[in-house]
């Protein structure tokens, strides 16, 4: 299986079939999910594991009532992951995991309220979020496509 490259002359760009196999397999596709969701699933367990932790985090952004936010992010964090690893509904975990991040991401990242290196990490966290909520659309993506072929 090579992807292939229609302007002549550059076909040796074409993606080997080696390469091909060894990232297109249910496996490595499984430890892609894992690893998207990895910030989710254990900022999910920190916030059940340390509930009043999560519910202060929510007060400090501003969110009432604090625990019924904090409640809520448990749920869409470990929820969504489980869905997303579980390649089952992947549309609606990965969904709610990139609404999330959409959502958090303007409550917690404020680039344009800031200024100096402040406001250049900021930045930084609100694009890098941005690439996590486009992550998620390629993972429904591939899993639209349905199982490799041998």
Known sequence: MTM???LPGLQWLATPAI???VLDN?????????CMTLPFWVGGLVKLLDWQGGVVEMEKTGLRPA???NLTVVIVELGGSALV???WATWL???A?????????????????????VRAAELNSFLEHATICTAFILIVVVGLRGPPVP
């Open 67 to 69: 625990w019924a936010f």
């Open 93 to 95: 975990g990965a969904g």
């Open 26 to 34: 249910p496996v490595t596709l499984l430890l892609a999910r894992i």
């Open 4 to 6: 292939a490259i229609g």
């Open 19 to 21: 390469v091909a196999h």
């Open 97 to 117: 995991l990139g609404c999330f991040t959409f959502l958090s991401t303007f409550i917690a990242h404020r680039f344009w309220r800031a200024t100096g290196k």
């Open 85 to 87: 690893i579980a390649d």
